[in-house]
């Protein structure tokens, strides 16, 4: 069973940092392309980056662009976001999405989400 | 970047109803689009890709179709558990996009 578990997440300070963590299990990691996407509370699905299987290819939104780092680690089946420099309107529910595969940009699994609440 | 736009932004039908959910891109994507289903408190579910390919289990009620800049999601006879939000997402091209979602609620 696909299961993707995210971690990391909390109330952070404006211009603070913090390090979402995704677990996956159920299939191979090391295959598949992965992403983040988040949802503001009350609010529609924004994408915020993507990552090669390989994790040598990385896009992301510019909205975070220059704040946020993708990175992932196939041994340990994580994918990462490095999140800097926080505003307010970055608050949301972060998923990891795992693409469908053969090359399109379609997410077949998500996880659960995780809160971060960027406040003073 | 490729805008989406969705329509109606809410609908209200009721069980056995034919709803229909419309999705412009603001320049064309070929086929290369997806539909997804949220429910409160949840993550979104894939319904349907490629326009009109039904992802693995979801019911044959659920339908697709479209190319270029417009498509459209179409629930046949709406069951008690498909009161939702569904968003469409285009997948063209970098920075990938959804469109502003539609919610359908009981009527």
């Known amino acids: 069973e696909v299961q993707l578990v995210e971690s990391g997440g909390g109330l952070v300070h404006p211009g603070g940092s913090l390090r979402l963590s995704c677990a996956a299990s159920?299939?191979?990691?090391?295959?598949?392309?992965m992403n983040w996407v988040r949802q503001a509370p009350g609010k529609g699905l924004e994408w915020v980056s993507y990552?090669?299987?390989?994790?040598?290819?990385?896009y992301y939104a510019d909205s975070v662009k220059g704040r946020f780092t993708i990175s992932r680690d196939n041994a340990k089946n994580s994918l990462y976001l490095q999140m800097n420099s926080l505003r307010a309107e970055d608050t949301a529910i972060y998923y990891c999405?795992?693409?469908?595969?053969?090359?399109?940009?379609?997410?077949?699994?998500w996880g659960q989400g995780i809160l971060v609440t960027v406040s003073s | 970047d490729i805008q989406m736009t969705q329509s109606p932004s809410s609908v209200s039908a009721s069980v056995g109803d034919r709803v229909t959910i419309t999705c412009q891109a603001s320049q064309g994507i070929s086929s290369y689009l997806a539909w997804y289903q949220q429910k409160p408190g949840k993550a979104p579910k894939l319904l349907i890709y490629?326009?009109?390919s039904l992802q693995s289990g979801v019911p044959s009620r659920f339908s697709g179709s479209g190319s270029g800049t417009d498509f459209t999601l179409t629930i046949s006879s709406l069951q008690p558990e498909d009161f939702a939000t569904y968003y469409c997402?285009?997948?063209?091209?970098?920075?990938?996009?959804f469109g502003g979602g539609t919610k359908v609620e009981v009527k």
């Open positions: 159920g299939f191979t990691f090391s295959s598949s392309e």
């Open positions: 490629a326009a009109s």
């Open positions: 990552s090669s299987s390989s994790g040598s290819i990385m």
């Open positions: 999405a795992r693409e469908l595969g053969r090359g399109v940009y379609y997410f077949d699994y």
């Open positions: 997402q285009q997948a063209n091209s970098f920075p990938l996009t």
